[in-house]
């Protein structure tokens, strides 16, 4: 087995934080400011488990002497069978950095005592050698926040994950909604099969609540509207980047109407988009109450 090991370095504000998020998202095992110095002990424990072929870290000022003990960390997991260490330098201009840590008012990690000027110019310095020794040089202080992700993964994507992860479920607004939604869809206004007592003690899963609930014009309709939205929506949230999509589908109880829009969703976007674009996941989670 052979082991993928991304290294990100660089000046605060250039990047690093959105970088290791983006390495997550296409499939690397991430793990945040790893002291240089344990980077080789960690290789060994992913190859001998043989859980991930691929992993990405941050290392940077936060560590103590990081551009020595991180220069002496990739001549030792150089050295490892199996490992392939790449370093990434994440670079952007003074004016750029500036900006950022004004927009975001965030303490520089090196302190805020002599200015945020100073304390760049100073991390730029102490982080000199690693800059010089890079595989991957990459100034961010041009690129938005999509083009930066966009070049990560044209470097590194293996095109084995879809680009957006959607996430469906249903729930019952008796229960409260779920926490992960970005999107909410109510559909209390279609007919509700709780009323009918040969549907009731069934759900959203069965043949006869399903077509109860997709009978009438306004469940067409709505179908309609809303796949069109979709339509739309989804190719854009993909080409600006966003990795996961939360869709909340609630009625009263959860058992019933939005388990049957739910189901239908999902049979949409797989349909409409393939399995190159997205992946879809249903969870009904209140079915069964």
């Known amino acids: 087995m052979s082991l993928d090991f991304v290294i990100i ?4 504000g250039a990047g690093k934080s959105t970088a290791l998020r983006t390495f997550e998202d296409i499939g690397f095992y991430c793990m945040d400011n790893l002291p240089p110095q344990l980077l080789p002990k960690f290789a060994e ?6 859980a991930y072929s ?35 330098f994440l670079d952007a ?7 950022r840590f004004s927009t975001t008012r965030r303490k520089h990690p090196l302190g805020a005592a002599e200015g945020l000027e100073r304390s760049i110019e100073r991390e730029r310095g102490l982080l000199l050698a690693l800059r010089e020794k890079a595989d991957i040089l990459l100034d961010t202080s041009d ?3 999509r083009e930066f992700q966009e ?36 559909v209390r206004f279609l007919p509700n099969p709780f009323y009918d007592s040969a549907l009731t003690h069934q ?40 990795s996961h999509l939360g869709i909340s589908i609630g009625c009263t109880g959860g058992r019933h109407r939005s388990v049957v829009v739910a189901e239908r969703l999902k049979s949409f976007f797989e349909s409409r988009f393939g399995p190159g674009l997205l992946s879809v996941s249903v969870l009904h989670r209140d079915v069964g109450k």
């Open 9 to 12: 370095t660089g000046l605060s």
């Open 151 to 186: 070049k990560l993964i044209d470097f590194f994507s293996t095109d084995e994950r879809p680009r957006l992860l959607v996430y469906l479920t249903s729930f019952g607004y008796k229960f409260g909604l779920p926490t992960s939604a970005d999107i909410v869809l109510d």
């Open 203 to 242: 759900t959203g899963l069965d043949p006869g609540v399903r077509e109860f609930v997709l009978k009438t014009d306004d469940a067409r309709i709505f179908l309609e509207k809303t796949e069109d939205w979709f339509s739309f929506l989804i190719p854009k949230y993909v080409e600006e980047g966003k």
């Open 45 to 50: 424990v992913i190859l001998s488990s043989k």
């Open 93 to 99: 201009g003074l004016p750029v950095l500036l900006r």
């Open 54 to 88: 691929r992993v990405a870290t941050v290392c940077d000022v936060r560590s103590q002497n990081v551009s020595d003990e991180l220069l002496a960390a990739l001549a030792e997991l150089s050295g490892h069978e199996g490992v392939q260490p790449l370093l990434i």
């Open 143 to 145: 690129l938005s926040l």
